[in-house]
């Protein structure tokens, strides 16, 4: 008796010959590991902040005082409201707020109001382009001949870890490199094998359908790994990128790159299904990368972008992928943390797949 045909077997033959024609593939490395390595290193040499600077007002402050009022007016000035002191704590350590102020009436009256600000070392940058804008804010206000002297300043400072430009450009990199692998590299090599008429040769085998999927699946998904091992360690030791609990952090985002990859191959599958030729594939997964890219926060914060364009934003899978691997990487969350931003990304590869199921051809 003959040994039953064994598909295991079958997937990782084909896993392994998938992975070394991927390694052999110019697009695939340009892709995967030099286009985000570009970036990562102009942005890691460059370093710098960006123009926008968060202030929160503390719980309690008043609000009708013409510091407030001078501060709103100011376009570089994000004035945060309506958050209790605990979140602000929290997000003055993390960096994610620059500042906050609390101003209070003088129960002496002159000067007519007392402001406490509160810097932190997690934004530097960002925090003495604050203080030089409050300073000369300060200056006018104390210098008008209507009031002698409006407010009397205190500074201080609420240590917390330093974030880099470096801690928000990789993530956002690392997320761009998935989404290009997934995409391109799945819409090409299946539209390849159809149009060659290879997987019709499968056929004529014992070799299962899942079994072609899964081998390529594996090969790609083994591929963007070690593309992301080089990334977060050249970051790391190169450029200082936060790894709050080591190799901890590293398994983490690793398991999140694999979700991340696992979801974008489903848009692959989509643009392989639905491509008439092999010349059509690049305009149709551009529809579906370059959006992304420019809009899932690779390069900057969604806050930044008008109110009317963060919907679509906060609506992309890239978004979340971005926003767990800031978190998990800077913040030191777990996967459980970020399950809001896993349970999306799983809804949009359910959704994903089940048009993949419908559009895909074998032949």
Not at 117 to 130: E, H, M, Q, R, V
Not at 137 to 154: G, H, I, R, S
Not at 274 to 302: C, D, W
């Amino acid at each position: 008796m003959s040994k039953p045909y064994n598909n295991t077997k079958a997937t990782l033959a084909l896993a392994k010959a998938s992975f070394r024609s991927i390694m052999r593939s110019p697009s695939a490395v340009v892709f995967t590991l030099a286009f985000p390595l570009v970036f990562i290193l102009v942005f890691g040499f460059l370093g710098g902040g960006g123009v926008k600077v968060d202030l929160a007002i503390a719980p309690g402050s008043d609000l009708q005082n013409p510091i407030i009022k001078s501060l709103e007016d100011i376009s570089m000035v994000h004035i945060i409201k309506d958050k209790d002191a605990v979140y602000i704590k929290t997000e003055l350590e993390k960096g994610h707020i620059d500042a906050v102020i609390d101003v209070q009436k003088n129960p002496a009256v002159k000067p007519a109001y007392l402001a406490d600000i509160k810097y932190t070392s997690a934004s530097l940058d960002k925090g003495n382009i604050l203080k030089s804008v409050i300073h000369n804010l300060m200056y006018t206000l104390n210098t008008k001949d209507v009031m002698p002297t409006v407010a009397q300043l205190n500074e201080s400072t609420v240590q917390g870890r330093i974030y880099r430009t470096i801690d928000f450009i990789l993530p956002g990199q690392l997320g761009f490199s998935l989404l290009s692998t997934g995409v391109f590299g799945t819409a090409f090599v299946f539209f390849s094998l159809r149009q060659t008429l290879v997987i019709k040769r499968f056929f004529a085998t014992p070799v299962r359908k899942s079994s072609i999927v899964f081998g390529e699946g594996i090969a790609r998904i083994g591929f963007a790994l070690l593309g992301a091992v080089f990334i977060i360690l050249l970051g790391h030791f190169c450029f200082h990128f936060t790894l709050i609990n080591g190799a901890v952090t590293v398994l983490n985002m690793l398991l999140l790159a694999i979700i991340g990859l696992i979801v974008f191959m489903g848009f692959g599958f989509v643009v392989s299904g639905i491509a008439k030729s092999e010349s059509t594939i690049p305009p149709i997964a551009n529809i579906i990368t370059l959006p992304q890219f420019l809009l899932s926060g690779t390069f900057f914060s969604i806050d930044a972008f008008p109110t009317w364009l963060q919907p679509i934003s906060r609506a992309l899978p890239l978004t979340y992928l971005n926003d767990a691997m800031r978190k998990v990487a800077f913040e030191g969350a777990g996967l459980w943390d970020v399950k809001h931003q896993i349970l999306i990304m799983v809804i949009w590869g359910i959704g994903i797949y089940a048009v993949a199921v419908k559009v895909f051809k074998w032949e």
